[in-house]
T-cell receptor, first 115, second 114 residues
Framework: QKEVEQDPGPLSVPEGAIVSLNCTYS??????FMWYRQYSRKGPELLMY????GNKEDGRFTAQVDKSSKYISLFIRDSQPSDSATYLC???????????????FGQGTILTVHP | KAGVTQTPRYLIKTRGQQVTLSCSPI?????VSWYQQTPGQGLQFLFE???????NKGNFPGRFSGRQFSNSRSEMNVSTLELGDSALYLC?????????????FGPGTRLTVT
């Protein structure tokens, strides 16, 4: 079983919809939770990160972490065709030892927002 | 501020050859991590360097190696290439020291092994 599970989709929504992307994880040592967006043939782009449990908002994006359930979410409000990409969740337990520089990724969810 | 750069962007190699990929981190970032991305396995961590020292390594064979220079630029090398090494190789930089979770990725090098 993978440490981080993410539904690969694909997910197709109309423009303006609210999108919900989710990941579950099994490693309780994870403390930092990141969301990346990757366009075709590009490197992943960091959207936002959250430390421990709670919510974080940045424009149309809201990240939620529920450590008790080992579940994280990314919500995209008023989705646009330019949001069409693969969304990757990533996690880290923080600095030290086998955590140095290592992010553990989900498989990614392919999102298409159609006009 | 310039982002992470990787060279070359595309490579085609033959089985048994070796390859060297280069990564220049964001100015001021001292930690460089390398990842392999394939459709089947997704993004997998290869290794991380900080101040010219490898601090962490993923579960890849010894054919995969790397190094970091005093200016924080990093290279990775794959020897005796196999068909299964075909992938997008990504490097990411972070400030380093304690905080390595906030990573910024380069565009990647797409390696095709024939």
């Amino acid at each position: 079983q993978k440490e981080v599970e993410q539904d690969p989709g694909p997910l197709s929504v109309p423009e303006g919809a609210i999108v919900s992307l989710n990941c579950t994880y099994s490693n309780s040592a994870f403390q930092y939770f990141m969301w990346y967006r990757q366009y075709s043939r590009k490197g992943p782009e960091l959207l936002m990160y959250t430390y421990s449990s709670g919510n974080k908002e940045d424009g149309r994006f809201t990240a939620q972490v529920d450590k008790s359930s080992k579940y994280i979410s990314l919500f995209i409000r008023d989705s646009q065709p330019s949001d069409s990409a693969t969304y990757l969740c990533a996690m880290s337990s923080g600095a030290g030892g086998t955590s140095y520089g290592k992010l553990t990724f989900g498989q990614g969810t392919i999102l298409t927002v159609h006009p | 501020k310039a982002g992470v750069t990787q060279t070359p962007r595309y490579l085609i190699k033959t089985r048994g050859q070796q390859v060297t990929l280069s990564c220049s981190p964001i100015s001021g970032h001292r930690s460089v991590s390398w990842y392999q991305q394939t459709p089947g396995q997704g993004l997998q961590f290869l290794f991380e360097y900080f101040s010219e020292t490898q601090r962490n390594k993923g579960n890849f064979p010894g054919r995969f190696s790397g190094r970091q220079f005093s200016n924080s630029r990093s290279e990775m090398n794959v020897s005796t290439l196999e068909l299964g090494d075909s992938a997008l190789y990504l490097c990411a930089s972070s400030l380093g020291s304690a905080s390595t979770y906030e990573q910024y990725f380069g565009p990647g090098t797409r390696l095709t092994v024939t």
